[in-house]
């Protein structure tokens, strides 16, 4: 599966471009799944500055979607048409702490957050150790976990339009509900800060332990995954519901349901993005005859079917 080669052109629009474009650049190393077809264009901006000239110049019929470290997405087998926007840590990855607040690029890992926060005594951030994902998807989606949500702590974001225009966005702009914001879906975020409370280093680093340990007994870690699966239906677990369906340890293809907790699917080896989607689906289908409740999507997919 390959996509027209628009490099060239692009190149030729912007002859400023100091970031990196890839042609046909598989996706499937980029996700925690390891599956997908390729991006018809794969870009690494250089900096803030370099991915608002690059979406300035871009035609705006071009489709764009940004991805981080590809924990909470499946791409399908066809591959992303358009451009794919991958912000590297190396320009977008640092974190800071100073009094309170936490300063942090949209690639930093969640988890870095909390590790800032706890070298400086700041309070209310753990429940970021325990997401594998970056900044920018956690203020996309409001992640959280073991009780803590991004609007929580979100002080302001700071965003690229698809224009090229920067935005800064306060908590209340953000717009959040459950693993969602309301803030235009091309807008890319590029920075976030964070505010906690000086608490106790050893509350602090107690706190992240029960983190840790709950993903590594409750969670298939090891596998090659992408988190929760379905969003918590109001007053009921996931979980329970796809394991009441008696959906545990089913397969489609190269696709299962994990044996270790029913909200998480794996891929077991050579399992397609088709075989997981379809999977996920199988799995709604059940819940559904089963109990009457839909379950919805929490993880990401993107791309053609075939």
């Given at each position: 599966m390959t996509?027209p080669?628009i490099?060239?052109?692009?190149k030729?629009?912007m002859?400023?471009?100091?970031?990196?474009l890839?042609?046909?650049?598989s996706?499937?190393?980029?996700?925690w799944?390891r599956?997908?077809?390729?991006?018809q264009?794969?870009?690494?901006?250089?900096d803030?500055?370099?991915?608002?000239?690059?979406?300035?110049?871009l035609p705006?019929e071009?489709?764009?979607?940004?991805v981080?470290?590809g924990s909470n997405?499946?791409?399908r087998d066809?591959g992303m048409?358009?451009?794919?926007?991958?912000l590297?840590?190396r320009?977008?990855?640092?974190?800071?702490?100073a009094?309170?607040?936490v300063?942090?690029?949209?690639a930093?890992?969640?988890?870095?957050?909390a590790?800032?926060?706890?070298?400086a005594n700041?309070?209310?951030?753990?429940f970021?150790?325990?997401i594998p994902g970056?900044?920018?998807?956690?203020?996309?989606?409001?992640a959280?976990?073991n009780?803590g949500?991004t609007k929580?702590v979100?002080v302001e974001?700071t965003g690229?339009?698809?224009d090229?225009?920067?935005h800064?966005?306060?908590?209340?702009d953000?717009?959040f509900?459950y693993?969602?914001?309301?803030?235009?879906?091309?807008?890319?975020?590029?920075?976030a800060?964070f505010?906690?409370r000086?608490?106790?280093a050893?509350?602090?680093?107690a706190?992240?332990n029960?983190?840790?340990t709950?993903?590594?007994?409750a969670?298939?870690?090891?596998e090659?995954?992408g988190g929760s699966?379905?969003k918590?239906p109001?007053?009921?677990?996931?979980?329970?519901?796809?394991?009441?369906?008696?959906c545990?340890?089913?397969?489609?293809?190269?696709?299962q349901?994990?044996e270790?907790?029913?909200?998480?699917?794996?891929?077991?080896?050579n399992?397609t993005?088709h075989?997981?989607?379809?999977?996920?689906?199988?799995?709604?289908?059940r819940v559904?005859?089963?109990?009457?409740?839909e379950?919805?999507?929490e993880?990401?997919?993107?791309?053609?079917?075939?």
């Amino acid at each position: 599966m390959t996509f027209p080669d628009i490099t060239p052109d692009l190149k030729a629009a912007m002859p400023e471009l100091r970031g990196r474009l890839l042609a046909n650049q598989s996706l499937a190393e980029l996700t925690w799944f390891r599956v997908g077809g390729p991006a018809q264009v794969l870009f690494t901006p250089a900096d803030e500055d370099d991915l608002a000239y690059f979406l300035k110049r871009l035609p705006q019929e071009l489709p764009v979607y940004v991805v981080g470290v590809g924990s909470n997405l499946i791409v399908r087998d066809g591959g992303m048409p358009g451009v794919v926007i991958r912000l590297a840590p190396r320009a977008f990855g640092e974190t800071s702490a100073a009094g309170d607040v936490v300063t942090a690029g949209a690639a930093a890992l969640d988890k870095r957050v909390a590790e800032t926060a706890a070298a400086a005594n700041i309070g209310g951030m753990e429940f970021f150790f325990g997401i594998p994902g970056t900044v920018g998807g956690a203020l996309r989606m409001n992640a959280g976990a073991n009780g803590g949500e991004t609007k929580d702590v979100l002080v302001e974001a700071t965003g690229i339009g698809r224009d090229g225009t920067r935005h800064t966005f306060s908590n209340a702009d953000m717009k959040f509900v459950y693993r969602n914001s309301g803030v235009d879906p091309s807008v890319i975020f590029t920075s976030a800060r964070f505010r906690g409370r000086i608490t106790d280093a050893d509350a602090i680093r107690a706190r992240m332990n029960e983190v840790q340990t709950h993903r590594e007994t409750a969670q298939p870690i090891r596998e090659k995954t992408g988190g929760s699966t379905f969003k918590n239906p109001p007053g009921n677990s996931a979980w329970k519901l796809i394991d009441a369906a008696g959906c545990r340890g089913l397969k489609v293809g190269g696709a299962q349901v994990s044996e270790m907790h029913c909200n998480f699917l794996i891929n077991t080896g050579n399992a397609t993005g088709h075989d997981i989607e379809s999977l996920g689906e199988t799995v709604r289908e059940r819940v559904k005859q089963d109990s009457g409740i839909e379950l919805h999507w929490e993880i990401k997919r993107i791309g053609n079917s075939s």
